[in-house]
Nanobody
Framework: VQLQASGGGLVQAGGSLRLSCAAS????????MGWYRQAPGKQRELVAVIDRGGNTNYADSVKGRFTISRDNAENTVYLQMNSLKPEDTAVYYCKADHLRSGLRREYWGQGTQVTVSS
């Protein structure tokens, strides 16, 4: 399974970006899919996660501003980011939990840079 993230870029504070992450390869069942981010000098942190049924969970810092969604038919997860702040600047990574024959494995995308200028 390969994950390809896209949609990052440079935006002014208050602006919006939409990230996409498409899974490809031999896919049996994608369970939870999510977005994480890592700012310089900081640990990677959870941003948002969505399970196959559409249940979501968000970091407190992004609640009300970010929305995660997924298209199960396209094996794609999205992150709509509104009201962006400079502190949202980070490399954003997508992650997917894949289930095959009872074995669960995590896959990570390559990361996409989001830079929010003040």
């Amino acid at each position: 399974v390969q994950l390809q993230a896209s949609g990052g870029g440079l935006v002014q504070a208050g602006g919006s970006l939409r990230l996409s992450c498409a899974a490809s390869g031999t896919i049996f069942s994608l369970l939870a899919m999510g977005w994480y981010r890592q700012a310089p000098g900081k640990q990677r942190e959870l941003v948002a996660v969505i399970d196959r049924g559409g249940n979501t969970n968000y970091a407190d810092s992004v609640k009300g501003r970010f929305t995660i969604s997924r298209d199960n038919a396209e094996n794609t997860v999205y992150l709509q980011m509104n009201s962006l702040k400079p502190e949202d600047t980070a490399v954003y990574y997508c992650k997917a939990d894949h289930l095959r024959s009872g074995l669960r494995r995590e896959y990570w995308g390559q990361g996409t840079q989001v830079t929010v200028s003040s």
